[in-house]
Every structure is written in structure tokens, then in C-alpha cells.
């Protein structure tokens, strides 16, 4: 069975932070409670993630449908509450500008969801996601 691997490698900053090695790019993780407020938190991280994955999955279908699109834009957030370590709800927003069809911008969203690893790996039951479009002047 044919697999692409993924790796990160996190070295401890001495506090409660981590500097992370992803290939050759260096990423900071840190919290602005207890620690120097130098990076992302993980959970930001992880809705950076969702984002990166949807906005990649986008970008592809608009190429491959060749829809004309001026601009696009995703915005994801996320909350817990103080006694549950963990994300109670994911939403995202996807704003589009483009004269393309109602029904491709939806088919788009349905396709981007459908296959995107770090929106699976999450589990779509927990994202929610809307699009705004927005029609070209």
C-alpha cells in the first residue's frame, strides 16, 4: 500500500514551549499565560491546520474547474471551555469572490471537506463550515 509520511520534530524551550522542525522550516509553539507569548499555541496550530488543508483542497478544484475567482479567503475558530481540554466546536467560514455558479462553489466545499487529511483526521462531525459568496462588481 502506497502512504506519504509526515514528521515533526519538537525540541523543549526550557519553559513551556517548543521550537519545531518540519523539513526546513522552523516553527514556535508558546503561550502568552505562563510562557514568553513567542508562538502560536498548539490549538491555533491546529486551526491553522484545518485552514491550510481546506484552502489547499479549494485552490486545487478552483484550477481544476477553471473558475474565475478575484479572491479567497477562510477564517476558522475554535473554542473550549476552561474545565475540558479540548475544542468543543470548529467553524469555519470560506469567503469567495467569483462569478463562477452557486452550485461549483458548493460542489467545491463538498470536494474540499471530502478529501482533505487534516479536516478528516479531525472528523467532519466536528468541523462546520459555511461559504459567502460574493459577486464580483
Excluded: H
Excluded at 484545518?50 to 484550477?63: A, D, E, S, V, Y
Excluded at 463538498?110 to 466536528?126: D, P, R, S
Amino acid at each position: 500500500m502506497e502512504r506519504l509520511e509526515y514528521r515533526a520534530e519538537l525540541k523543549w524551550d526550557g519553559n513551556v514551549g517548543s521550537f519545531a522542525r518540519v523539513r526546513e522550516f522552523q516553527l514556535r509553539t508558546d503561550t502568552n499565560t505562563d510562557g514568553g507569548n513567542e508562538g502560536p499555541l498548539p490549538a491555533e496550530y491546529l486551526l491553522t491546520a484545518i485552514g491550510g488543508c481546506l484552502t489547499i483542497n479549494w485552490g486545487r478544484l478552483i484550477k481544476k474547474m477553471r473558475l474565475n475567482v478575484e479572491e479567497m479567503s477562510i477564517e476558522v475558530r475554535g473554542w473550549r471551555n476552561l474545565k475540558e481540554p479540548q475544542l468543543q466546536e470548529i467553524t469555519y467560514r470560506v469567503r469567495i469572490v467569483t462569478d463562477a455558479p452557486e452550485k461549483k462553489i458548493l460542489r467545491i466545499k463538498e470536494l474540499a471537506e471530502k478529501y482533505g487529511t487534516v479536516f478528516n483526521t479531525v472528523g467532519k462531525e466536528k468541523i462546520k463550515g459555511e461559504v459567502e459568496i460574493v459577486r464580483p462588481k
